[in-house]
Each structure stands twice: as structure tokens, then as C-alpha cells.
């Protein structure tokens, strides 16, 4: 920091200065307050049954003491795993489209439009996954399972391969269908990170590639990519917080189930945030206590994929100040 | 993409044409941009892999449905451009070809699914939207069996208003504050800060409507109400907005500050003369952004507002519904009219979302810095008028013989304001 002129400590600076700090603090205890008053309220639950026995149990019958994250869990890494997968080569794809091959005069319109896309809500994807997408996955999710069931993931019971008559009905509101949704909703944020980083790759390295004959796919895998390696894994988990966290979507989709369900085909599945949708209102104290501690659970989930991801965007990112 | 060169077709024949040349020529390679044999078999391309498609289409291709037909023709359509164009460029062009039209695949599928959320909702709300009661009446009065000539959603636009105003009046002050701070004082303390609130701009919103739950609700006792799931907005919306806020801030030139600086103006007028009014764009974008995302976020307000059927205009007691949770509740009903209601629903709020976006895009088309026409002839409005005050100064001193004198005291908002018209010339 240069040094601060007189003038810089007067009365007016000083308060200003202790006005903003204030304001630091105030936003920080709201943060820290989210995850203190989660934990204080979810004490009774993980009290009464243990830690251990709350992640590995897969029931959620809060009123005899039997519950636990387990189904809940894996459904929530399930859902988030499939979005992963998917949206990540559709963000990297249209992130490189939008940085580099795109016509000038489209840019700034294909940056809005990811934006927007961002900005769509929840309930409205929720929307158009179960009334307009789910019909036209089942065939993609039947083609799946009869070529690839032998892999355990793409099982789908009570089914033959090639069987004709066997019923759409096991393919629907199932993991795999969430996922493709909850791809669509996180794609365009891990698109705008990983934009963001590819537009910030050097011109001279690029034009350095061009002068030694490099095509543009070949500027782009020897200079933006290398360069956008950071931003890649950084969006890709920024993409995972926010796939894990999503509730109505999921929950519109799905058909909850309390038991581990690894086939992601197969009808019936859950998620973390679902769970504490469909069970909040008729929830004894107890019960809230014990949701609380599922939000906990899925806070501190996501909380440490989220630093994870700054903290490596942070890294990559160069030159944070810009001059005119 | 910037040192594409443009060689003439006929020059580049000629070159090739020199027969037996004991060294490579060097024909610069062109970068991007159509030649004519490349649109050919792009088409050419895209014709055989429509027409594979049909010809292997249920006869051999194990897929079933629309959505197979497309990734055989797709994969066919790849495999014979690659070919096609490997018949005249060397492996590199070849696999740059094939990956462009891959990127283009990519972003195509992207905004082809936006096209389709947000033009299914609109379709689908086509038949609760022509009814203008939809807009004037709320549900008290409508059963789920009602046709759509009664009873509509206006508690849930009121709602949703009411809920925004309160986020807004919260994040807003809050959240500017917060990223001036994080721009205007550095430190490790203020680098913690952005670390945690970085963090918390993916909080899940169900997080933010359980932490107002335990608190407001469970804590205080008080009853689901508007002012809660304000409130549980306003936690999701705050490190957004920070965040964006944050990184319009950073866009601010440094010369400017700078020129402040030695001027002599403290730091707080150079922040609210300065660093505001260049950023001013950029900081609306950021707060309606903010706000986009605020107004459709259903599960805060999910656990925090409760149910109800009808018009609530009072936030701090009873409970209130917003849109998106309307949509929710609609939707859940077999009944044709009520789900009619909840497409009707969404579609209001996709229109409100994209309003505010296209709000956001015309206050933000400027980068910081730059003015508007008006503004720039404010600018020199003002500036015109201190030249002609210098003028007069300078007279009064020439005729008072004290030219030498540097005591005239600058008017109050000079340091701050003269950059500003500095850069606009």
C-alpha cells in the first residue's frame, strides 16, 4: 500500500474506515451465523444418535431415533456426479465458443444469454424437466441400461435387455433424469468462470502460437487450455456446490426413496435438500432438529467444495488490479 | 483470432503451384473465417450423415427415439467431415475443423435447451395468461376444479414484490458496503472476508431458508411470515451481490483514484465522487442480477413464508407467497387447470427475469468509465463552466495585481469531480 497522504487521516477517513470495517464484520457474522445457529439447532439430533450412526443410516424416522443421511447422501453426490459430467464438457465447450471462435459482434450477446440462463429459476427448470424433458430422456436412459447394465450404475431392476414391452415407468423421476436438469442449471455458472479465465490468456502466447503455425485448435489446446486449467477445475466445483445444493428442481423430479439406490436409471432417488423439503412441515421438534442437522451436514458438503473451488480460481487468476 | 490473414485464394494457388520446390513454402495458414471448399463439405458432411442416419436408423443402430436419430446422424456427420476436409488439408486442419464444429455443437445444445426452458414455459403458460383475471384475483376464491375465468395469482406478485423490497433494502446498502470495503481497505482481514463470502455465493438457498427457520422462527418465535423469507433471500443474495459488486469495483481505472489522490481529496470523497459514479453501471448490473436470482429462489421461501391463498399485503404477519413457490404449489396438483395456472405463473416470472435482464443490459452496456451521451455533456457542461470561473478568478486577481498569490481555496468538490471530466475529453 503506497503511502497515504495527510489529508488521507483525517476525522472523515478515519470514520469512513471504521464505518466499512463494521460493515466487514456485520457480513461475515451473517455467514458465520448460518452455520453456528444450523449447528446449534441440529445438536439435539446428532446428540440423541451419534455422528456415526447418522451418516451411515439410510431410514428417516426421526421419531423412533432412527434416521440417518446415508440414502440421502449418496442420492445428493449421485445427482451432483451425473450434472458434473455432463455439463462440464457443455461449459468448457461454449466457454471456449464464446472466448474464441465466435464472431466479435456475438460475444457480449452469448455472455448475456449464459447469464440469463444462470439467472433462470429453479421451479422453472423444475418445470420444463418434468413435463417436457423426462418423456424424451427415456429412450436415451432404456438405450443406456439395455447396453450398458452389465456396469453396475446403469443396472436397472426388473428389466431385460431389448425387452419392447417393458414399462416406461422405471425410467422415470429417476437420478439420471435430475442430473440432466441440474446439468442444465449449473453449466452456464461454471461456463462464465471458465470464460472468464480463457479470455484472460495472453494475446501474446496466442499470437506466439499463431506465428509458428499453430491452427486455432492448436492455439487453444497449447495456450488457452494450459492457461484455463485452473478456471476448468474451479468452475467444475463451483458447478458441483451449486448441483449438490439444488433443491425444488430435484425434488420435482424425483419420486423420494430412503434406501441407498446406486442405479442412477432406476425411478426413485433423493437428495439432501429434497429430504428437508418434503419433511419440514410435518416435522416434530425433534424431526426439525434432526433436518437441521441434514442441512448441516449438506452445508459443510458444500461449504468445503466451494473453497476449494475459489481458492483455486484465486490461483489462477492474474492480476487482479487492471489499469485503463 | 487477431492476426488472421487474409491471402488472396489465387495467390496461395500460385504458390502450390510451383512445381518440384526443394523447400516447404510458406503459406500462412488461415485461422478462422469460411472458405468456400469448407462451407461444400460442411454441407456435403451434414447431407450423408442425415442420410446415414435414415439408412442405419432401426435397422442397425441399437437406439430408439428422436433423440438417437440425431447422435447417429451427429457421429456420422463428424466422421465424414473429418474426412472430407482430411481430402485437402493436412492432420492439424483436419482436427482443428472438427473442433470447431464440436465448440459450435456445444454452445448450440447450450442455448438451444434455453430456448427450449423459457419457450415451453411461455407456450405452456399460453392458456392461464389471455385471461386478465389471472393477473387481478387470487386464489381465496377458487377451487382447484374452477376454470381459469377465476381466481389468479396477483398475491403472489404482490408478494413476490414485497419479499424483493425487504432483500433489497437489506442486501443493498449492505452488500455495496461490504465490496467497497473489500476494494478500499486491504488486509488479511478484508482478504478473509472475500475468502468466506466467495464461498457463500453457492450456499445453498434451502441452507438460507433453515438458518432463518432456527432463528426467526424456532429462535425468536415468531410466525412464517413475508419479513422471514425476506430475510432468508436476503442472506442468499448477499455474498451475489458482494461478489459481483466486488469484481465491478476492481474494473475501476486507477488513474483515476489516483488523480483524486493528488489532488488531496481523502479517501471517502474519492470513493463517492470517484469510484461510485464510474462504477455506477456496473454496480446496477450487479444489484439486478442479484435481484434475478433473489426473485426466483423457491426454497427459502419454501421453509420461511408458509402458504397461502390470499392477498397478504402486510409482510410482517401471516403467511405470504411469492411466484416461484406458486408455480411449486400449482404444479403439484393433478388438476389440467391448476397445473395451466402453474405454467401461467412461471411464465410471469421468466418475463420478470428477463425484464430485469434486459433492464441490467442497458444500464451495463457501458464498461466503467464510460459515459453516456447525456452524461458526457453534463461533463462538459460543468467543466465549461469552471474554465469560465478560472477565467473570472484569474481576471479578479489580474485587476487586483496579486497574481502570484495561491490562496484561492478550491470550491468543495473540485478534487474530486476534475478527473472525471479529464477522461471524458
Redesign the interface.
Known sequence: MPHRPQSACGLGDRLFRHQLTATGVVVLAIMAAVGLFLLLRAAQALRAVGVVKFLTTAEWQPDVHKFGIAAVLTGTLLVAAVAVVVSVPLAVGTALFISDVAPRKLRRTLVTMVDLMAAVPSVVYGLWGLFFFQQHVIGLSRWLSDWLGWIPVFKVDGTQPGEPLASDSVYTASTFVAGLVVALMVAPIQCSVMREVFAQAPAGEREGAYALGATRWGMIRSVVLPYGMGGIIGGTMLGLGRAMGETIAVYMIISPVFVIQPHILQTGSNSVSSLIALHYGDASTFGMSALMAAGLALFLLTLAVNFTASSIVARSRSGAQSEA | ???VDETPPAEAAAVEAVPLAPEVPDVP?R??GLTRSGVLSLFGAAASGLCTAVLLFGELA???????FFVTAYAAFLLVYAVLTGLEEDG??V??RV??V??????G???T??A???G??AW?GREALPHGNFFTQDMQAAGPLDPLTNGGIAHAMLGTLIMITIALTITVP??L??A???N???GR??R??R??????????????G??V???WI??LGMQKSGLAAGFAIS?MM??IV?RAADVVL??V????TEAA?AL??????T?WHVVLPTARSGLATAVI?GT??G?????PV??TAGFTAALNANPTNGPMISL?LA??NF?RSPEPTM?AR??GA?AV??AL??V??AIA?VIGGRGP?HQSKRQARRAARASRQDLERFDELNAARGAGNCATSHEAPAPDDEPASAPTHGDSH
Open positions: 483470432m487477431t492476426v495458414r485461422i478462422g441399437p437406439f430408439s427415439g428422436s433423440l438417437g492439424q486442419a482436427r482443428d473442433m470447431t464440436v465448440l459450435w455443437t456445444a454452445a445444445l447450450l442455448f435447451a434455453l427450449l426452458v423459457v415451453f414455459t405452456r449492505l452488500g458496503a461490504c467497497v470495503y473489500l478500499q481497505i486491504p482481514f478484508s478473509f472476508v475468502t468466506i463470502v466467495e464461498a457463500m455465493t453457492a450456499l445453498p438457498s434451502i441452507v438460507a433453515l438458518m427457520y432456527a432463528v424456532l429462535g442472506v448477499l455474498p458482494i476492481r474494473l481505472p486507477g488513474n483515476l489522490e488531496g481529496a481523502p479517501r471517502w470523497r470513493v442480477l434475478a436470482r426473485i426466483g429462489e423457491t426454497s419454501l421453509l416461484p408455480v411449486f404444479v397445473i402453474g405454467f412461471a416470472l421468466m427475469v428477463l430485469l435482464f443490459r468509465g
